[in-house]
């Protein structure tokens, strides 16, 4: 199985919303090529953001191919999976934008 992946950044910033999404297909059937497209917030662009995009890249890559090897539970293992920053500091879609909201107000972000 091989996975093509493909990465876009949304147009505007959805503040409130899932900050990183997929859709994927696997035409063939089970065990064989997937193709997928990972939708990113464009808040993610930012370079103190780095840590926690990779961290969401990690756990949709992995979310993509257990789902293309015919795993039922998917999403479990790819939380197993996830770096520390997104599994404990950020945690769900309000604890990401409650993080981006903090880093505004300590001039982090702009």
Not at 29 to 50: E, H, S
Not at 78 to 97: C, D, H, M, Y
Request: hydrophobic share 30%.
């Amino acid at each position: 199985m091989k996975l093509h992946k493909k990465i876009v950044y949304f147009k505007n910033i959805r503040h409130g919303k899932e900050p990183c999404k997929y859709e994927a297909s696997q035409p063939n059937g089970v065990n064989t090529d997937v193709y997928a497209t990972i939708k990113l917030d464009p808040i993610l662009k930012k370079k103190k953001l780095r840590a926690i995009r990779n961290g969401m890249l990690k756990h949709e890559t992995v979310e993509i191919t257990r789902w293309g090897q015919g795993d039922r539970y998917s999403h479990r293992d790819a939380e197993r999976q996830e770096p520390l920053i997104t599994r404990v500091k950020i945690k769900n879609v309000s604890g990401f934008w409650n993080h981006v909201d903090k880093m505004k107000k300590k001039g982090e972000l702009k």
